[in-house]
Every structure is written in C-alpha cells, then in structure tokens.
C-alpha cells in the first residue's frame, strides 16, 4: 500500500457533511452543523450518489464534475480529505517509507489517526539529527510523540496523557 492510499483509509480522513442553498449561494454544513462557504472548500470532493462515494471536483454556481457534470441538489452528501498542516505533512513527506508506516501502525494500535495531529515541531527542517514533537488528540485520549532520529534510526516514543508509553524504533537500512 502506498502512502497516500494508507492515509485515505484513516480514520477521521475525511469532513462529511450536506450542501445547502442559502439565499441563492451553496452552503457545506459539517458533522458539527457549522457552515462553510464554498470557496473554502478544497477544489477535490467526493459526492455520495448511488451508495457509493464518487471522485469529482467542485466548478462554480452548484456543479460539481464526476464523470459529467452534476448540479447539485439540497441535502446532497459531500466528504473532502481533512487537510494537514504544512509542517506536519513536510514531516510526514521527510519519513522514509519504513519509519512513516511504523509510525502509523504505532499510532493506530492506539486508535489515534494520522489526523487527529494537533500540533508539529518538525525539527528535521533544521538538522540531520534531533527530536521532533507532535501531539494528538482522538477526543477520548491525548498522545505526545517524540521522534528521535539521526542517520541510523527513527525511534518514536508514544505517550498518553495516563502515563502509558510505547516505544518504536526503525533502523534505517
């Protein structure tokens, strides 16, 4: 499975929500009721038709384009990718391959998803060796990370807020 792949069957990937026409605009309101205008939605969106979710692309004026162009209707389903951070996703970019699905299988034997990150200090901008600190939420629990990396190896060091910890390490080969 390659990265992007693993990172679409994450849990909490994606905002789900239904579009609305309020006042002769579309509205996307999320799983939280919150409203969100169009033009803050990313351009990629999947539209829930016939049971399954279909790939399209937002145009202008309420069409949206799957395999041909879609108007969309009040209380039609919508579901975009949840964006990461900048820095977290150039972390997550700088991870050779077997130190990124470590660290996911690390974090989801935790029921902790790639998007549950709340924050990142990515300290492999700066340096070849060093710490890097993330921390996450799922809503139930809270998890601090430490990536410990140089040349040789990524260790990464799980903590719950109840004291558990785990520890990860993957030589680099």
């Not at 999320?30 to 145009?59: I, M, N, Y």
């Amino acid at each position: 499975m390659d990265r992007l792949s693993s990172l679409r069957t994450q849990k909490r990937a994606y905002v789900y929500g239904v579009v609305e026409q309020v006042n002769g605009e579309w509205v996307f309101f999320d799983e939280d009721d919150e409203a969100h205008e169009f033009t803050s939605l990313p351009e990629e969106v999947e539209l829930f038709r016939f049971g399954q979710w279909v790939k399209g692309w937002l145009g202008e004026d309420g069409d949206i384009y799957v395999t041909e162009r879609y108007t969309l209707k009040n209380g039609d389903r919508l579901r975009y990718i949840k964006p990461l951070s900048h820095t977290y996703e150039q972390w997550l970019s700088q991870l050779p391959d077997h130190a990124f699905f470590h660290f996911v299988h690390l974090i989801n034997e935790w029921n902790f998803s790639v998007y549950d990150c709340l924050y990142c200090y990515n300290y492999m901008l700066f340096a070849e060796k060093g710490v890097n600190f993330l921390m996450f939420d799922n809503s139930l629990d809270m998890c601090n990370v430490q990536h410990y990396f140089d040349d040789k190896q990524h260790r990464f060091e799980l903590t719950l807020q109840t004291g558990k910890k785990i520890i990860g390490v993957q030589l680099d080969h």
